[in-house]
């Protein structure tokens, strides 16, 4: 019972299957730490709140194509609406509405407006289209817009664009300054 000369043949075979191998002259690795990657917060998707919910009291008319439309919130100079038309205040923000449906239309309108109120913006511009390709060539959107716009708490006075900015087709809106924002203009006098 002699396990030895087994042992031998077993370590033999071994040797050959695995071929020419170098010894490890140093038994010490040198184990260098992994960096962990950074965590970075989970981008929150903004929560929009509705803010059409003032209640309209005086009928809209429906407006035409060409016709212009505009409107300034109670409590408003009667002049803002002049400075408006003839450009007084830069255009901050732009949105085209153009080839939306009236759902399309309403969910960019308050994301639009949410973002101009969070980054500040005070004058906008909307382009609706003047509807020329609508049924009855009755403009969907620019009536939408016109009861939407009456009912936004942020919205202080809106009017027809000039000529040159789209005319009929488009609508220069005044916003309320945000809360952030106001405070500091006070601060500054």
């Not at 817009?145 to 040159?164: G, M, P, T, Y």
Request: positive net charge.
């Amino acid at each position: 019972m002699n396990d030895k000369p087994e042992k031998k043949q077993e370590s033999s075979l071994f040797l050959e299957s695995i071929g020419k191998v170098t010894p490890i002259k140093s038994d010490k690795r040198s184990i260098v730490p992994t960096q962990k990657p950074k965590a970075y917060p989970k981008k929150k998707t903004p929560h929009i709140a509705d803010k059409l919910t003032l209640s309209q009291t005086e009928p809209i008319n429906i407006l035409q194509a060409e016709d212009t439309f505009s409107y300034s919130a109670p409590g408003l100079q009667k002049n803002v609406l002049k400075k408006m038309r003839r450009g007084h205040f830069g255009l901050d923000a732009e949105l085209d509405l153009h080839n939306l449906t009236s759902a399309e239309a309403k969910r960019a309108l308050i994301k639009f407006l949410h973002f101009c109120e969070q980054d500040g913006c005070r004058c906008v511009r909307i382009i609706h289209g003047k509807g020329y390709r609508s049924e009855n060539n009755l403009p969907v959107l620019k009536n939408d817009l016109n009861l939407w716009l009456r009912q936004h708490q942020e919205v202080q006075a809106f009017c027809s664009a000039a000529q040159k900015d789209g005319g009929a087709g488009a609508v220069i809106v005044l916003l309320s300054l945000s809360g952030k924002y106001s405070d500091q203009d006070d601060a500054q006098y």
